[in-house]
């Protein structure tokens, strides 16, 4: 990127970086960021299990019902009601039970069924009452009538803590009033002994806790952005198993019964057994219509409210915590994403439509990424903020693409419009981003040239549809394009199932004989690998029977050559010529009298190994091609562990080469013949000395002289 782009993407990054700040530390994505946290709480919801520790008794309609018709009672029932729901739960001996109910009037009753009441309450000496506060930070309580206020073992605030959109996310630990009553699932666990808080300016400061390394110290709970607790909901208040009122009632009236009658109680399978409450903490609270608080929450805009006291204590019973990440993280990670998008957007901004549309691809594929983080990291208790980060990367991805089309846009598609005939698409990207690197009309260079051709394809060819033949070759085609263009290479053109591509224009490559090289060992690899594709398809239409596989000849040349545009004015090619070019043509013709399929010249191993290409290579022969006076030295690449697995058969080689050279082809057929099965181009040899034996040259040299393209 040049320094130009550097600077304006920086500014970019600067500017998109600080907007997204104000958007993260001033709220203005409250909305959204709401919205995502709620999504997150439930689809989350269903991996966590509630707490067996937690029971809800519920006055339900149908509870209504039955003490209308059985016992006479009208609602608001007699306090006598709750007074044997309580002494039930004393028999169990249960932690704790909380009513979320606030009794404000006296009993319709009398004063002795609140007495009764009372009492109860007395007995069990584990209740929790209730506070409310119709407005924060205000010592306006609506408080129990005093003979149940003063039954209760604590006092528990139910006043919610409500977000900006009235939905209860959070939680307090107190209230805000100058008494700072715990909340109804702090009071219940402060009952049990399960919860302390360590701070000394805390209304419920104990210095002397026993064991607090077996509780839940309040100070270790990670605070909500407004100072409470983030509460962790299940899908529905169902999850705790709520029992009506009902049950626990006529379970109380039967064991009272069996005592009266002293008779042992049974339960059976319509009643409750009071011990199977156990050191539970109990919650009651109304589920008729019309009559229970509902409040709105991450899971429903119409969720019982007793449901958030139970969230809550569950989150604290079972450490589920959730927590915001600390700052430095939320612009680590606005950071991050604004750099990723300036990513996406500079290299997307200039380039084709596929490759933009594969930017946009991205965009969207890492912000769903960041997004399913989000989730995840959930599951743990982090939140990750999600709006502000997802603006950042649209923002500066969507800046960043307009720049580079208002700056170099217009240059881009230029370039795009004169090349995108002969270069690959990834030679022009570079080309429009180093401008500077390319020189039209025609240039002298040193190239790695690259013939292909398949093998007898005119046989394959013949007995095949067109539409069959068009199918094989592009799937041939497009594969081994893939890996020239990957490399580096330019296709030149194709001629029927040939290709000829080279290297080092119009970019310089100081490597272009080692990418070559690399590239044509590559295809040849691939080939192999997609035989079985290639004969499916022919199958398609001869039969297993008649499909051929298909084998390719390359020839490799490095050398000077011409690359430029070359042609008429209404067309033309960036192609190269010259005998560099000419060479490579012949070597890839020469496989055939060798049983090779790959070859290279002299010229181009030794600039690949002297750029640390890492192939071994096997000297053929040296062969004047045709047109050609002079010999050229050729070798056979391959991969090392090819070369060492056959290395005793090309010491052979190497002998009976030596011998040829020599002038004795007696000799060296000998030494060809003990290796002939194995090695194609030792049998290619001795077909070669029989031939120069019965028609001996006049001056031998020790050059193949070739006959045949």
Same mark, same amino acid.
Not at 682 to 697: G, R, T, V
């Given at each position: 990127?040049?320094?130009?782009? +550097? ?11 600080? $907007? ?39 006055? !339900? ?7 209308? #018709?059985?016992?006479?009672? =009208? ?9 044997? *729901? ?13 009513? !979320? ?51 209760? %073992? ?7 803590? $409500? ?17 700072? #009553?715990?909340?109804?699932? *702090? ?10 808080? =360590? ?21 270790? *709970?990670?605070?909500?952005? !407004? ?6 909901? /299940?899908?529905? &208040? ?61 899971? =429903? ?100 693409? &307009? ?24 030679? @022009? ?62 296709? !030149? ?40 594709? $290639?004969?499916?398809?022919?199958? %398609?239409?001869?039969?297993?029977? %008649? ?15 011409? +690359?430029?545009?070359?042609?008429? %004015? ?28 790959? /070859?290279?010249?002299?010229?181009? /191993? ?16 040296? @062969? ?5 006076? #002079?010999?050229?030295? *050729? ?6 562990? #090819? ?49 120069? &034996? ?16």
């Amino acid at each position: 990127m040049k320094k130009k782009h +550097v600077v304006q993407s920086g500014i970019i990054g600067i500017c998109v970086f600080a $907007l997204a700040c104000i958007f993260q530390f001033t709220g203005f994505f409250t909305w959204s960021e709401n919205k995502a946290y709620d999504g997150r709480i439930k689809a989350t919801a269903p991996l966590f299990t509630a707490s067996d520790d937690i029971s809800l008794v519920i006055i !339900d309609q149908e509870s209504l019902n039955w003490a209308k #018709e059985e016992l006479g009672w =009208s609602w608001p029932w007699p306090r006598e009601a709750y007074g044997k *729901i309580i002494d039930f739960f004393n028999r169990g001996n249960a932690a704790s039970v909380a009513f !979320d109910l606030v009794f404000t009037e006296p009993s319709l009753y009398g004063n002795e069924d609140d007495e009764k009441f009372a009492e109860s309450c007395k007995n069990y000496n584990r209740a929790v009452h209730t506070v409310f506060y119709e407005k924060h930070d205000s010592d306006d309580a609506v408080l129990p009538i005093p003979s149940i206020k003063n039954s209760a %073992r604590i006092i528990g605030n139910v006043q919610s803590l $409500l977000d900006s959109d009235g939905t209860a996310r959070q939680e307090r630990f107190y209230s805000t009033s100058s008494l700072k #009553e715990p909340s109804l699932s *702090i009071a219940s666990l402060l009952i049990s002994d399960e919860i302390y808080d =360590s701070d000394p300016n805390s209304p419920i400061y104990n210095p002397n806790v026993e064991n607090p390394e077996e509780k839940i110290d309040i100070q270790s *709970i990670p605070k909500s952005k !407004d100072g409470g607790m983030y509460v962790r909901f /299940m899908t529905s &208040i169902d999850d705790y198993h709520p029992y009506n009122a009902e049950t626990i009632l006529r379970s109380e009236f039967a064991i009272e019964k069996a005592e009266a009658d002293g008779t042992e109680y049974n339960a059976g399978e319509d009643l409750l057994e009071p011990e199977q409450f156990d050191a539970g903490h109990i919650f009651v609270g109304v589920y008729a219509a019309g009559l229970f608080d509902i409040v709105a929450t991450p899971i =429903s805009s119409s969720y019982a409210g007793v449901g958030v006291h139970l969230s809550q204590m569950d989150t604290i019973l079972q450490r589920n915590f959730i927590y915001d990440i600390p700052t430095w993280s939320t612009i680590a990670i606005i950071v991050l994403m604004t750099i990723i998008g300036i990513c996406l957007g500079e290299t997307a901004g200039h380039t084709k439509v596929s490759t933009f549309v594969g930017r946009i691809a991205i965009f969207v594929f890492i912000s769903a990424l960041y997004i399913a983080l989000a989730f995840a990291v959930f599951i743990k208790g982090a939140i990750l903020p999600v709006s502000v980060p997802v603006a950042a990367i649209f923002l500066a991805f969507s800046v960043s693409i &307009i720049k580079n089309y208002v700056t170099d846009g217009k240059k881009g598609r230029y370039v795009k419009a004169a090349f995108k005939q002969y270069l690959s698409p990834a030679v @022009i990207d570079i080309l429009i981003e180093n401008p500077d690197a390319l020189q039209l009309g025609g240039e002298e260079r040193e190239i790695t040239a690259y013939f292909s051709d398949v093998q007898g394809f005119t046989s394959i060819s013949e007995q095949l549809s067109p539409t069959t033949l068009r199918d094989l070759l592009n799937t041939y085609l497009s594969a081994m394009t893939d890996i020239i263009l990957a490399s580096g290479g330019t296709i !030149d053109k194709y001629e029927g199932d040939a290709i000829i591509a080279f290297w080092n224009a119009p970019l310089g490559q100081k490597d272009h004989a080692k990418r070559a090289l690399e590239a044509a060992l590559a295809c040849q690899k691939k080939l192999a690998d997609m035989q079985e594709e $290639l004969l499916g398809i022919q199958a %398609r239409e001869v039969g297993k029977d %008649r499909a051929k596989p298909m084998f390719q000849r390359i020839g490799l040349n490095t050398g000077r050559a011409v +690359v430029g545009n070359f042609g008429s %004015r209404s067309r033309f090619d960036y192609t190269m010529l010259g005998d560099t070019v000419n060479l490579a043509s012949r070597l890839e013709g020469t496989n055939k009298m060798f049983g090779t399929y790959t /070859m290279c010249s002299k010229a181009t /191993m030794e600039s690949a190994v002297n750029n640390g290409c890492q192939l071994a290579f096997r000297k053929i022969s040296k @062969i004047a091609v045709v047109g050609k006076k #002079e010999g050229v030295e *050729i070798f056979e690449p391959m991969q090392s562990e #090819e070369f060492n697995g056959r290395k005793d058969d090309f010491e052979v080689f190497a002998k009976g080469y030596e011998q040829f050279v020599s002038g004795k082809f007696d000799e060296a057929a000998k030494i060809f013949a003990s290796t002939k099965d194995k090695d194609p181009a030792a049998a290619k040899y001795i077909a070669k000395c029989e031939s120069l &034996i019965q028609n001996p040259p006049e001056a031998w040299d020790g050059v193949w002289k070739a006959t045949e393209k």
